[in-house]
């Protein structure tokens, strides 16, 4: 489980590098503090979905669920 959560921060981080802006600015777009895009960056679990959701959208991210096969 925590290694999928680490993927989600990596994407984004991934995401924010190639569009260029710094994790200050992604905070003010999507609305959540700095210290959140760094959480999340970082992989911690605990982060609130409604926020990642918030900060996917600014990077033109989706987040998917699939059931396992």
């Known amino acids: ?3 999928r959560v ?3 921060g990596t994407e984004a981080k991934s995401r924010r ?9 992604l905070a003010d777009l999507a609305g959540v503090s700095a ?3 760094h959480t999340l960056e970082h992989g911690k679990p605990t982060v ?6 918030a900060v ?10 699939e059931a396992p096969t």
Do not use: P, Y
Not at 17 to 25: H, P
Not at 56 to 65: A, C, K, N, S, Y
């Open 35 to 37: 210290r959140f895009v």
């Open 17 to 25: 590098r190639a569009l260029g802006i710094s994790q200050e600015e």
């Open 6 to 8: 680490s993927e989600i």
């Open 56 to 65: 996917f959208d600014v990077l033109g991210l989706e987040l998917t669920i």
């Open 1 to 3: 489980m925590n290694h």
């Open 48 to 53: 609130r979905l409604d926020k990642v959701l």
